[in-house]
């Protein structure tokens, strides 16, 4: 054999050895949202999916999957993405959709393989929870999933969005364009800036706070528990006014607020219907567990969640793969829902009326 016989064959069985690597590597799936309805977050930009297929991960994504994102599948071909049908994104070890899958396609998936979502009404649907215990599906949530620190930091990147995003969505409502009256929320000299209240606590609304701040606006937040106002203002600061809950006090502020986005108190709280004829008739209001504001800029959302999840799946390649990265990451195991086969979330097995196991009962039990 020549020396150029020999150059070649050595050439054939590297390219082997490689695409047996790649074949045996563990593979992502991306599916798009559904559309009948209004969802338009993603989870990976082609940057963020380029970071995973250089660590060794194969990702497949269905055609035409972004483009709500306002990428095309060309811009995730370049960073190594392979664009496949939904059936084929479905059959990978790990599918990733922002929205929890039908039950129809959780069926299509791969037995034994995983599923990562984001918090959706999908998750208590008793359809849902049984195919994906038929399949051994182990599915988490990403918004409860903690951080090293125990911090929800996939649901903290939304809320921040929504928060952000609602101030938007109010100066638009208030300007000539967006058929308002033509207003803006920042004063200028001689003119009073508008009244954002703001009814909650948590990172969403500390978002739309600091957002409406900066936007000039004069900010009330109200909330029924003392602590987290004083918390409120150390994160916020002093130009954001807050005030306990008291009907007459609620009343008179709602009487004359120009922007109302309400959020989850700290106790239970309902906004109350008798208060709706003291409201401005050109009023903007926004409930946040309602409307997300978010979903008017997902590409945003999704740069942002990459950063997550690309530095998540760093951590499984580092810990010898999924099950192992869930069995010694607590923050991991709080965002599972169920675990080869088993249903572990309490709050959904309560809702359904379905047993549930807690998983680190199931762990300890492996061990």
């Known amino acids: 054999m020549s020396d150029k016989e020999k150059d070649f064959d050595l050439q054939t069985q590297l ?38 297929t250089s660590s060794g991960l194969r990702l497949l994504m269905e055609k035409g999957a972004a483009n709500d994102i306002s990428f095309s599948d060309s811009s995730y071909r370049e960073f190594g993405v392979n664009i496949v049908t939904k059936a084929e994104a479905l059959k990978a070890d790990i599918v990733l959709s922002y929205r929890p899958l039908h039950a129809h396609d959780i069926h299509k998936m791969k037995k034994g393989a995983a599923l990562f979502t984001m918090m959706g009404s999908g998750l208590f649907d008793v359809n849902v929870i049984k195919a994906l215990l038929d399949k051994d599906i182990t599915c988490g949530c990403l918004d409860n999933v903690l951080s090293h620190n125990d911090e929800p930091v996939f649901a903290n990147i939304v809320d921040e969005i929504d928060g952000r995003g609602s101030i938007i969505y109010a100066q638009e409502f208030l300007s000539y364009m967006g058929g308002g009256k033509g207003v803006l929320l920042a004063g200028v000299a001689g003119i009073n800036p508008c009244e954002v209240l703001i009814i909650g606590d948590g990172t969403v609304v500390y978002s739309a706070a600091k957002a409406a701040i900066a936007a000039g606006a004069y900010v009330t937040l109200m909330n029924n528990d003392i602590s987290a106002l004083q918390r409120a203002k150390q994160i916020c600061g002093d130009n954001l006014n807050t005030i306990a809950i008291h009907p007459k006090v609620l009343f008179n502020k709602v009487k004359s607020a120009d922007v109302i986005l309400i959020g989850e108190c700290t106790r239970e709280f309902e906004f109350p219907k008798n208060l709706s004829p003291a409201l401005k008739d050109s009023v903007y209001l926004l409930n946040f567990r309602e409307t997300h504001p978010s979903i008017s800029v997902p590409r945003t959302v999704a740069m942002a969640l990459s950063n997550v999840l690309v530095n998540f799946f760093d951590e499984v390649i580092v810990k010898g793969g999924l099950h192992h990265m869930i069995a010694s990451t607590p923050g991991v195991q709080a965002g599972m829902v169920t675990y080869r086969g088993k249903l572990v979330d309490k709050l959904i097995g309560s809702f359904l009326n379905m047993p549930s196991v807690d998983i680190k009962v199931m762990l300890a039990a492996q061990n």
């Open 15 to 52: 390219q082997e050895v490689i695409e047996e690597v790649n074949d045996s590597s563990m593979t992502l799936g991306l599916v798009g949202n559904y559309s009948d309805t209004d969802e338009t977050r993603f989870l990976l930009t082609p940057e963020g999916s380029g970071l995973l």
